[in-house]
């Protein structure tokens, strides 16, 4: 356990020299700092090129906004488009339905002319049978009277 102890206290000694000698370092460097050019230069390129790249992201952001302003007017140009085409849509599916239900009206007025059409048909075949049949009767009285008309003239002629 001493040994442990003086193993101790050694590498407390040790750490107080290197504090000692690190704030020793430490106090010069605040008094003169110590600056590498290379370093220095090193730092100042670095600093360059982050402003050249700052600038070159500023160039970028910038296109992108007047990009972004394109597509957003194109967005709301097309966008009224749409609107024009939408009521187009409308109004033609209006006059659509408007046609479709005056074509249902024809369809249905040409249905009735229709049977109207046979409704007539029909009474001038019973018109032209009716005619048929006083033919028949009118021809058959013509020949009767015809056939009384001969015996009239030959009673006439046996009693004159």
């Given at each position: 356990?001493?040994?442990?102890?003086?193993?101790?206290?050694?590498?407390?000694?040790?750490?107080?020299?290197?504090?000692?000698?690190?704030?020793?370092?430490?106090?010069?460097?605040?008094?003169?700092?110590?600056?590498?050019?290379?370093?220095?230069?090193?730092?100042?390129?670095?600093?360059?090129?982050?402003?050249?790249?700052?600038?070159?992201?500023?160039?970028?952001?910038?296109?992108?906004?007047?990009?972004?302003?394109?597509?957003?007017?194109?967005?709301?140009?097309?966008?009224?488009?749409?609107?024009?085409?939408?009521?187009?849509?409308?109004?033609?599916?209006?006059?659509?339905?408007?046609?479709?239900?005056?074509?249902?009206?024809?369809?249905?007025?040409?249905?009735?002319?229709?049977?109207?059409?046979?409704d007539?048909?029909q009474?001038?075949?019973?018109?032209?049978?009716?005619?048929?049949?006083?033919q028949?009767?009118?021809?058959?009285?013509?020949?009767?009277?015809?056939?009384?008309?001969?015996?009239?003239?030959?009673?006439?002629?046996?009693?004159?």
């Amino acid at each position: 356990m001493y040994d442990q102890l003086k193993l101790l206290e050694k590498m407390i000694l040790d750490i107080k020299k290197q504090y000692q000698l690190v704030s020793a370092e430490l106090s010069n460097l605040k008094q003169q700092p110590n600056t590498d050019p290379k370093e220095l230069s090193a730092l100042k390129t670095k600093l360059d090129s982050s402003y050249t790249e700052r600038d070159s992201a500023k160039k970028q952001l910038g296109d992108l906004d007047k990009r972004y302003q394109s597509l957003a007017e194109a967005h709301h140009m097309i966008g009224e488009e749409q609107d024009k085409l939408q009521k187009q849509l409308i109004d033609l599916q209006q006059q659509n339905s408007e046609l479709q239900q005056h074509n249902k009206d024809l369809q249905q007025q040409s249905g009735e002319t229709q049977q109207q059409n046979s409704d007539l048909k029909q009474q001038i075949s019973e018109v032209k049978q009716q005619n048929n049949d006083l033919q028949e009767k009118n021809q058959l009285a013509a020949e009767r009277t015809q056939v009384v008309l001969k015996r009239l003239t030959h009673i006439d002629q046996i009693e004159g």
